[in-house]
């Protein structure tokens, strides 16, 4: 019975990517949809579906982000203005120290170019534009 609640919960998002992987590779995205989900343990996370240009393709993902005030802010703003898709995004790899355990921790900031930039939608047309000018999100 859990793998049919598991195998359904599964098919209501496309495939997952590694937050990580986005932010090392410089990877620009589009958002289509996001939602604050609470998961079984009670941690509330951001699920956002987004698409990119991955080799010869475009491809759906689901990203997944720990929610934060600042990004509360910024996608609860996106959601109350239904202000998607949202294009020209990517992640900033962050090092800050616990102040709780003093240990390093890794934080993903979220971007968003200026709208100069070729993204996932617009792959393929032919558009040809310079790199973006980093600005915060949204």
């Known amino acids: 019975m859990a793998n049919l609640i598991a195998a359904k919960s599964q098919a209501d998002y496309p495939p997952f990517c590694k937050t990580a992987q986005l932010a090392a590779d410089k990877t620009h995205f589009c958002i289509d949809s996001m939602k604050l989900h609470t998961q079984q343990d009670g941690k509330e996370r951001w699920f956002l579906n ?3 240009v991955e080799g010869d393709e475009v491809v759906s993902r689901t990203l997944t982000l720990d929610h934060s005030p600042k990004r ?14 949202q294009h020209d995004v990517w992640l900033e790899k962050a090092s800050f120290k616990s102040a709780t355990t003093g240990m390093q921790q890794t934080s993903y900031r979220h971007k968003q ?9 617009t792959w393929g047309a032919g558009v040809q534009t310079e790199t973006p000018a980093t600005e915060e999100f949204p």
């Open 50 to 52: 987004i698409h990119y």
């Open 72 to 85: 509360d802010e910024d996608f609860g703003y996106l959601l109350e203005e239904n202000d998607f898709p």
């Open 113 to 121: 170019g200026d709208g100069s930039a070729a993204c996932a939608c």
